[in-house]
């Protein structure tokens, strides 16, 4: 489980053996293209119209619940007209909505006037209605109007006002601006609003009807996506009248598959290494089970091809960020119970199932945690309860807690520096473990109340921390004596970074913070449903069950929201701050596409 290694695999052949080639390394699905030919165009434009179109149609259908019964096979299936048919109904429900929502607003607007139809104007002798709201501190402006006028209706803030007149007053005429009724009364708009509403009934009818062909679209759309990758590769070959020339990355493991397919089409193929200064995409090999961990390593960013994969220890560390932050069994086994409902919906594909493992994983840490801290829905244990010889861990004990925070914030940083160190070969990587170094006798100084000889050791080992990162900081070459002075100047700055460092790791107190202000708004809403009840009333009991409900509901969804974006947080700042400084480019394997279930 790491980064597979890569080789850079050149390929040239006849050019009327290309589009056979192509299509057959397409199958195999193992190399990422690299661009020979000179093209602007970004990978996303290349996709044809056609996919985008089908795609389109596939999430229109697809979010419909309660699919009708799948169609397998059909010969009169046309998936062009199906795809025309369907983003035309689309468009049709969107207008008939937006028809629907314009009406329902004209509606409550005019309501206030009441129901009413415009007579000719000839019996008005041409004179013209006109409408105004006006908030009912402000009727005296009525009296200063020189227009005949009414108040058709009224309600607690205003006045609804008909001005007679054969143009529009002026705007100063009131001090609110006229409103806009339309012609239509509020019967003909009644009547309007309910064939909107029959036409939207039958268009989601036939939407439903049209959700049976959906497993032949996934195919369909399956098809054209991978005519819209072979025809954007076509477009990365350098393409000459006689011959074509293909290059892209392949997993050292993969490249027989490829000479295999070069040897069966006679065509030449050279095997290289990265040279230096290349970037080859990053692609983390992984089993199926861990594929959640990818998705969260691959989030925030791709590591470097030459870094290492942090797969493993990301939800490990994600796992105990986020149940200190929760710090409550009880919140854990909701969770619990959440993942168990949801169990057999998980089991549909392998990413899925690697999510609901990483539920698990949550749940469980959550839960032992919870127990650690004694904490479960806000209450503890009896003393004599079997569950109470599992607290060892008070949340109210702030030095502890704190102290706990920062050694788990060293171990996490003082971790991503030894991973650094491991996977880069250039002679600076020592910097990094003067920055372990650093990490590791700051802690002592601190723990030991900054006297003793474990003071003494700690601040031995900060100078020579602070020593090895001067000495190894900088890849200056050295080939004059002045190079060495420049050398020293640049670990020099490479010490402005102890400030941050520093910040770091104070970062990691709001596992404590947060993990203390779950468990005290717990405590909180428990006493005041407490206090509810002792009422010993049936509104009180109400009462105070209303409190425990929606307050642990409130607090478990800041909880949780805070354990996700905080466990995070710490994961993908602080630790790739240290542990993954540089960026990497995502393998993207050029292969056939799949149809879904």
């Given at each position: 489980?790491?980064?597979?290694?890569?080789?850079?695999?050149?390929?040239?052949?006849?050019?009327?053996?290309?589009?056979?080639?192509?299509?057959?390394?397409?199958?195999?699905?193992?190399?990422?293209?690299?661009?020979?030919?000179?093209?602007?165009?970004?990978?996303?434009?290349?996709?044809s119209r056609e996919a985008e179109d089908a795609y389109k149609a596939l999430l229109f259908l697809a979010v419909v619940p309660g699919a009708r019964r799948q169609m397998r096979a059909d010969p009169d299936f046309d998936v062009h007209r199906f795809v025309a048919e369907v983003l035309t109904l689309k468009d049709r429900?969107?207008?008939?909505?937006?028809?629907?929502?314009?009406?329902?607003?004209?509606?409550?607007?005019?309501?206030?006037?009441?129901?009413?139809?415009?007579?000719?104007?000839?019996?008005?002798?041409?004179?013209?209605?006109?409408?105004?709201?006006?908030?009912?501190?402000?009727?005296?402006?009525?009296?200063?109007?020189?227009?005949?006028?009414?108040?058709?209706?009224?309600?607690?803030?205003?006045?609804?006002?008909?001005?007679?007149?054969?143009?529009?007053?002026?705007?100063?005429?009131?001090?609110?601006?006229?409103?806009?009724?339309?012609?239509?009364?509020?019967?003909?708009?009644?009547?309007?609003?309910?064939?909107?509403?029959?036409?939207?009934?039958?268009?989601?009818?036939?939407?439903?009807?049209?959700?049976?062909?959906?497993?032949?679209?996934?195919?369909?759309?399956?098809?054209?996506?991978?005519?819209?990758?072979?025809?954007?590769?076509?477009?990365?070959?350098?393409?000459?009248?006689?011959?074509?020339?293909?290059?892209?990355?392949?997993?050292?493991?993969?490249?027989?598959?490829?000479?295999?397919?070069?040897?069966?089409?006679?065509?030449?193929?050279?095997?290289?290494?990265?040279?230096?200064?290349?970037?080859?995409?990053?692609?983390?090999?992984?089993?199926?089970?861990?594929?959640?961990?990818?998705?969260?390593?691959?989030?925030?960013?791709?590591?470097?091809?030459?870094?290492?994969?942090?797969?493993?220890?990301?939800?490990?560390?994600?796992?105990?960020?986020?149940?200190?932050?929760v710090a409550d069994a009880g919140y854990g086994l909701l969770i619990l119970f959440g993942l168990l409902a949801a169990w057999r919906r998980l089991e549909a594909t392998p990413r899925t199932r690697a999510w609901r493992r990483l539920g698990l994983v949550l749940t469980s840490t959550t839960i032992i945690f919870g127990?650690?801290?004694?904490?479960?829905?806000?209450?503890?244990?009896?003393?004599?309860?079997?569950?109470?010889?599992?607290?060892?861990?008070?949340?109210?004990?702030?030095?502890?807690?704190?102290?706990?925070?920062?050694?788990?914030?060293?171990?996490?940083?003082?971790?991503?520096?030894?991973?650094?160190?491991?996977?880069?070969?250039?002679?600076?990587?020592?910097?990094?473990?003067?920055?372990?170094?650093?990490?590791?006798?700051?802690?002592?100084?601190?723990?030991?109340?900054?006297?003793?000889?474990?003071?003494?050791?700690?601040?031995?080992?900060?100078?020579?921390?602070?020593?090895?990162?001067?000495?190894?900081?900088?890849?200056?070459?050295?080939?004059?004596?002045?190079?060495?002075?420049?050398?020293?100047?640049?670990?020099?700055?490479?010490?402005?970074?102890?400030?941050?460092?520093?910040?770091?790791?104070?970062?990691?107190?709001?596992?404590?913070?947060?993990?203390?202000?779950?468990?005290?708004?717990?405590?909180?809403?428990?006493?005041?449903?407490?206090?509810?009840?002792?009422?010993?009333?049936?509104?009180?009991?109400?009462?105070?069950?209303?409190?425990?409900?929606?307050?642990?509901?409130?607090?478990?969804?800041?909880?949780?929201?805070?354990?996700?974006?905080?466990?995070?947080?710490?994961?993908?700042?602080?630790?790739?701050?240290?542990?993954?400084?540089?960026?990497?480019?995502?393998?993207?394997?050029?292969?056939?596409?799949?149809?879904?279930?």
């Open positions: 489980m790491s980064i597979a290694r890569l080789k850079k695999l050149s390929v040239i052949g006849r050019a009327a053996d290309m589009d056979r080639t192509l299509a057959q390394i397409q199958e195999l699905g193992v190399m990422h293209v690299l661009p020979l030919a000179n093209i602007d165009t970004p990978v996303e434009q290349q996709v429900l969107r207008a008939a909505r937006d028809r629907r929502d314009f009406l329902k607003h004209r509606i409550e607007t005019i309501r206030p006037w009441g129901d009413f139809t415009f007579p000719p104007q000839a019996e008005l002798a041409h004179l013209r209605l006109w409408f105004y709201k006006l908030p009912v501190k402000q009727r005296p402006s009525l009296d200063r109007i020189d227009f005949p006028w009414a108040i058709v209706g009224q309600d607690q803030r205003f006045h609804y006002v008909v001005v007679l007149a054969h143009d529009e007053p002026a705007a100063d005429l009131l001090p609110v601006r006229r409103e806009h009724v339309g012609a239509k009364s509020i019967h003909a708009l009644e009547n309007d609003l309910e064939d909107a509403e029959i036409e939207i009934e039958a268009i989601l009818g036939d939407r439903m009807a049209r959700t049976r062909f959906l497993t032949l679209l996934r195919a369909s759309l399956s098809t054209a996506e991978t005519a819209a990758e072979f025809a954007f590769a076509k477009t990365q070959i350098l393409n000459d009248p006689d011959l074509f020339a293909l290059q892209g990355w392949v997993p050292e493991d993969q490249i027989p598959d490829i000479e295999d397919v070069c040897a069966a089409n006679g065509l030449a193929v050279l095997i290289e290494a990265p040279a230096s200064g290349e970037t080859p995409p990053t692609l983390l090999e992984q089993p199926e089970a861990q594929g959640a961990g990818v998705d969260l390593a691959l989030f925030y960013q791709v590591p470097s091809y030459f870094g290492w994969d942090p797969t493993r220890l990301l939800t490990f560390s994600f796992s105990l960020f986020f149940a200190m932050i127990a650690l801290v004694g904490s479960y829905f806000g209450a503890a244990p009896a003393d004599a309860h079997v569950l109470a010889s599992l607290n060892v861990l008070d949340l109210n004990e702030f030095n502890t807690m704190m102290t706990l925070s920062i050694v788990i914030g060293v171990a996490h940083i003082a971790f991503a520096n030894l991973m650094a160190f491991q996977a880069n070969p250039a002679r600076d990587r020592y910097a990094n473990l003067g920055w372990i170094l650093v990490l590791v006798g700051g802690l002592g100084i601190w723990l030991s109340g900054q006297s003793g000889a474990f003071a003494v050791l700690g601040g031995i080992t900060v100078l020579t921390g602070i020593g090895t990162i001067v000495a190894f900081s900088s890849r200056r070459a050295v080939k004059t004596r002045t190079d060495w002075l420049w050398r020293v100047i640049d670990g020099l700055q490479r010490l402005t970074g102890l400030m941050g460092l520093f910040g770091d790791v104070l970062s990691y107190m709001r596992l404590f913070a947060l993990g203390l202000a779950s468990a005290s708004l717990a405590i909180t809403f428990n006493d005041l449903a407490g206090s509810v009840i002792e009422a010993r009333s049936g509104l009180g009991l109400l009462g105070g069950l209303l409190i425990l409900l929606i307050g642990h509901a409130l607090n478990f969804g800041l909880a949780v929201m805070s354990g996700v974006v905080h466990g995070l947080r710490l994961n993908f700042i602080e630790f790739y701050k240290w542990g993954l400084p540089e960026e990497g480019i995502v393998f993207r394997a050029f292969s056939r596409k799949e149809a879904k279930e």
